[in-house]
């Protein structure tokens, strides 16, 4: 069929070509995400260009103004008129070069991005030239470039960003929000520059001072504090593929999030599910599901095994060898771990995954046949790993030793914990449901406890699996939200609470909620808090790292939209450090106790988390299973 002249007619036409500034806009939104993203191009230009000393200055978070002063090479003053053009850079010349770079800039798209969402002033000298050159450049282009006194090096000033772009400013989070962005990307590239002085400053206050230093482990000290530091152990390894260098924790350090972790291919700060998980393996059963070490390794890897090329942000790379380097890593943590003594003192510090220890002289004989036929039990740490309780390095004959196991709860906390949610009940529902009864649990048969996690029993012709902490739980959770207000008690010795520049960004954020809820929390030095009242719901507090486990849950997980899902979260935060723990040894009567505390629930299914509380299985069912026809 031969086409009409109307067909081809382009004046119809739906298609049509985008004018350059809406390119640009379009561009620039992969690129700069928000205020943070600013930061983290302008500092990689900075080192780039060998800066030693790099000043952030920031007001409103860094929608109002971003200024990055360094003391880097500078530009010409041809180069600085050619510097906010489109792909202009000085880091590569061909399509060949990506196979090699090693500079964090390359793809000249930083700046000219950055310009067509802001107001952005440049002064810039070289240390040959007599005087600078200051650059002005806004959305529509270059408007003016002029001689200018300046030291050497280069200061950037971003002003009203995304003033262009009223819709993203609009969708910017919180002050605080954002201002811990911008405090993550400072910290992790003083990470993995340690001979860089950084400095960071909001609003004329100093948040991040990281001096000069060759040694990384100084660095972590300035930034993350000399608690984290101390438990970390030092790890070397190479390969064909990698060399890894760097820090990670012992097992007693960890947290619900991967907020102490970061990882730096060729000193470029990446974003890896490979590696994060890798690490996490190396940990093998040293660490309880859903926890993660701390850990700041940095990777050398030929260039020609990574592209580094996959975003715009270059924050994304891949790997051409990554289950040999994926090995490579685990090996790693292993053998740094095994070359430890994991606790160096004979103070043991609790931990979420409760252990109970067995302390023993290396005098005392074992038989090899004991040793070898022993199990270990489920959750306990390998023989390799017995922990050395010693004051010096070298071990002596009468070296006391410690093995761990599984910590097995005692009845007395499980009657306790429930006993504290039967008051509540009993409390709410003579309150909200005065017409409701206590269920009769008579008529479900309870065959026992499995693995002292799992409650067996029979209802209604079907086997029923209960997750005695998942459903205890729910019981707390929907409690907590039953009360009016939440009554509160005094600490006999105060809580200290450590954090990183970023979660102290983050916390103000949390405190008005947290008091609500029956913490009294304040500032108590430059990243410290002190915790003085915790919620009575906890009852009598024999481990005080239950509050730095709700205060490190709920700061890894970031700033959230709402109040609502703010107070949803401390809820279900703190239902679950209050809840029967797994591994909590219950009796018959307990057992009963907790279904019919459960059966009570709005919402007996599943826990805060969405995670079931109970699996059923009919006859037929459990006859399929063992392949019987009838």
Known sequence: MRMTDKACDISV?????????????????????RPASVVKELLDNSIDAHATDIRVEIEGSGAKNITVIDNGTGMSHKDASL????????????????????????RGEALASIASVAKVEMITRQEKDISGTKVLVDSSGLKNISSAGSAVGTSISVKDL?????????????????????????????????????????????????????????????????DVARLLIPLEFRS???????????????????????????????????????????????????????????????????????????????????????????????QALASTILVPGARIKKRDSAVQSTIFSSGESVSPAEEKDAET???????????????????????????????????????????RSERLQLQHDTQDHPERTPLNTDDIK????????????????????IDQHAAHERVMYEEVLRMKELSWQELITPVTLDLSTKEKAIMGDYIPSLEKMGFAISEFGPNSYVVTTIPSIFGKLEDTDV?????????????????????????????????????????????????????????????????????????????????RTG
């Open 377 to 419: 039990p489920e959750g306990s740490y390998p023989d390799d790993d017995k922990l050395f309780l010693i004051a010096g390095k070298e071990e002596s004959k009468n070296t006391v030793l410690e093995t761990r196991e599984a910590y097995h709860y005692p009845p007395k906390d499980t009657q306790r914990r429930l006993k």
């Open 162 to 226: 995304f003033y262009t772009t009223p819709a993203r400013r609009k969708y910017l989070k919180s002050m605080r929000t954002e201002l811990a962005h911008i405090t993550d990307v400072v910290t992790r590239h003083a990470i993995s520059h340690p001979d860089i002085s950084f400095t960071l400053i909001s609003e004329g206050k100093v948040i991040i001072r990281s001096p000069t230093s060759h040694d990384l482990l100084d660095a972590i000290v300035h930034l993350y504090g000399a």
């Open 547 to 627: 509050i730095h486990d709700i205060i490190s849950d709920l700061l890894s997980q970031g700033r959230v939209k709402e109040d609502t899902e703010v107070y949803d979260r401390l809820c279900s935060t703190m239902a679950c450090r209050a809840a029967i723990k797994a591994g909590a040894v219950c009796d018959p009567e307990q057992m009963r106790e907790l279904i019919r505390q459960l059966m009570l629930c709005e919402n007996p299914y599943t826990c805060p988390h969405g995670r079931p509380t109970m699996i059923s299985f009919t006859k037929d069912q459990l006859g399929r299973m063992f392949g």
């Open 83 to 106: 510097a906010f053009q489109k792909h202009a850079t000085s880091k590569i010349s061909t399509i060949e070069d990506l196979n090699r770079v090693m500079t964090l800039g390359f």
């Open 240 to 334: 064909d593929p990698v060399s890894i260098s760097g820090y990670i924790s012992k097992p007693e350090l960890s947290r619900s999030g991967n907020d102490l972790q970061a990882f730096f291919i060729n000193n470029r700060s990446i974003s890896s599910k490979l590696i994060g998980n890798a690490v996490r393996l190396g940990y093998y059963t040293l660490l309880p599901k859903g926890r993660y070490p701390a850990a700041f390794l940095k990777f050398t890897i030929d260039p020609m095994n990574v592209d580094v090329n996959v975003h715009p942000t270059k924050k994304e790379v891949r790997l051409s060898h990554e289950k040999e380097i994926g090995s490579a890593i685990i090996t790693a943590v292993e």
């Open 446 to 465: 309870i065959y026992g406890q499995f693995a002292d996690l799992y409650l067996i029993i029979e209802t209604e012709g079907k086997i029923v699996m």
């Open 13 to 33: 036409s739906g298609i049509r070509i985008l004018d350059e500034s809406t390119i640009n806009k379009i561009a620039a939104g992969e690129v700069i995400e």
